[in-house]
């Protein structure tokens, strides 16, 4: 009984087996239904974006729109043209109204008077030292004129104004040579070096002085060897860019004798006319300044010798300017001297004590703050504009 059992329930599974091996292959073979029908727009991707944005600006780190800064046209600088030396300093003639005091009133009120004493003598005196024309050259100046006056009898003010005006001019000196040995010669350009103590305008007078080169048609190269005041060369430089002088410079701190040896380098091969170098202000008891100063000298000579040395003396700081000059004389050999400042005081005698100590000429003169206001030096037109007096009357 139990093997027919087991007999019919092997024959049920094999039935159950038989159904499903037909029923599986039909739900194989069945098709997948069909996707629903869609439109695609095969347009590219920047037509259906529409007309293209500018995107602003943006700060990736913040999301801060950021609009762009405007642009702006720098203009090129106009080149200036100074105005020409010859007769500046007739021009400015009204400028040493200060120092007119002294001379063209003081002096000339006191030889109007009717009697020349000898109280009167030396009040004369006492105003041409106060003037910082010196002791020495004042009583030089005083014994020749007593003396003309005795010789000559007794003169009317306007006559001993002449002799004062021609007593002025002789101990100016006009046999000294004045001029500015600028020109290029055997391929190399004339080298002027420009040296003075802090706070006399050493740059700004530098400035200046290429401006006069260019009116007198010289070309001209800067080259800013003041490298320990920040602003120095790009004071120079600015001065220059205004008549169409390059400036060369190097770094803050850099050698300045190396400056200097580039910049008349430079100026060899852009052939220009005159190379100015513009030192550092160094005060006349720093030893170790000074020795630098001579090293410039020393290094720009390398290439020729240096055919001006010019001396910036503030005109206000009166006798003390002839110790600043000696000292300075010992150390670069100054050939010439620009008195600045003299618009501003009343002691103009100072160009006479300058030139009488240390034989070292007086070439140009500052009478005021503008870029022009730097006139060539001339003893007779410089007393007649003291003396508040006409050529005319001093040629009588």
Not at 108 to 121: I, K, N, Y
Request: proline letters at 6%; a negative charge; glycine letters at 10%.
């Amino acid at each position: 009984m139990t093997d027919y059992l087991l007999i019919a329930l092997v024959l049920l599974g094999v039935l159950v087996l038989g159904a499903l091996g037909l029923v599986v292959p039909r739900l194989r073979r069945r098709p997948e239904p069909p996707l629903p029908t869609t439109e695609v727009d095969t347009r590219a991707e920047e037509d259906l974006a529409g007309p293209p944005v500018e995107a602003a600006e943006s700060d990736l780190s913040t999301g801060v729109l950021v609009e762009a800064p405007p642009v702006v046209e720098v203009p090129a600088p106009v080149l200036e043209i100074p105005e020409p030396t010859a007769g500046r300093l007739v021009r400015l003639r009204t400028r040493l109204s200060r120092s007119q005091t002294v001379f063209g009133k003081g002096l000339l009120g006191l030889l109007s008077r009717e009697h020349l004493d000898e109280d009167t003598w030396e009040e004369i005196e006492d105003s041409l030292i106060t003037a910082d024309v010196g002791v020495d050259a004042t009583r030089e100046i005083v014994d020749r004129l007593r003396e003309r006056t005795r010789v000559l009898g007794t003169r009317t003010a306007g006559e001993l104004q002449v002799l004062l005006a021609a007593e002025l001019v002789n101990a100016l000196d006009p046999t000294l040579d004045r001029s500015l040995r600028t020109a290029r010669k055997d391929g190399v350009p004339a080298v002027l070096m420009v040296v003075g103590v802090n706070g006399a305008g050493k740059t700004t007078t530098c400035g200046k002085i290429a401006r006069v080169l260019v009116a007198d048609g010289r070309s001209v190269l800067l080259g800013a060897a003041d490298t320990f005041r920040a602003a120095a060369a790009d004071q120079l430089e600015t001065w220059g860019s205004r008549v169409g002088a390059e400036t060369v410079r190097g770094p803050e701190a850099a050698d300045p004798a190396s400056v200097a040896f580039d910049a008349v380098r430079r100026g060899i091969d852009s052939g220009v006319d005159t190379v100015l170098i513009d030192t550092a202000g160094r005060l006349q008891n720093k030893v170790g300044l000074m020795d630098e100063l001579g090293k410039v000298k020393r290094v720009v000579e390398k290439h020729g010798p240096i055919d001006e040395t010019i001396l910036i003396l503030d005109a206000t700081t009166g006798q003390n300017g002839l110790e600043q000059a000696r000292v300075f004389t010992e150390v670069v050999n100054v050939t010439g001297v620009v008195l600045t400042k003299l618009d501003g005081t009343a002691k103009g005698g100072i160009v006479i004590a300058v030139q009488r100590k240390l034989g070292i000429p007086v070439k140009l003169v500052g009478l005021g703050e503008g870029p022009d206001d730097l006139a060539p030096f001339d003893p007779a037109q410089f007393v007649d504009a003291l003396l508040g007096t006409e050529p005319a009357a001093r040629d009588a």
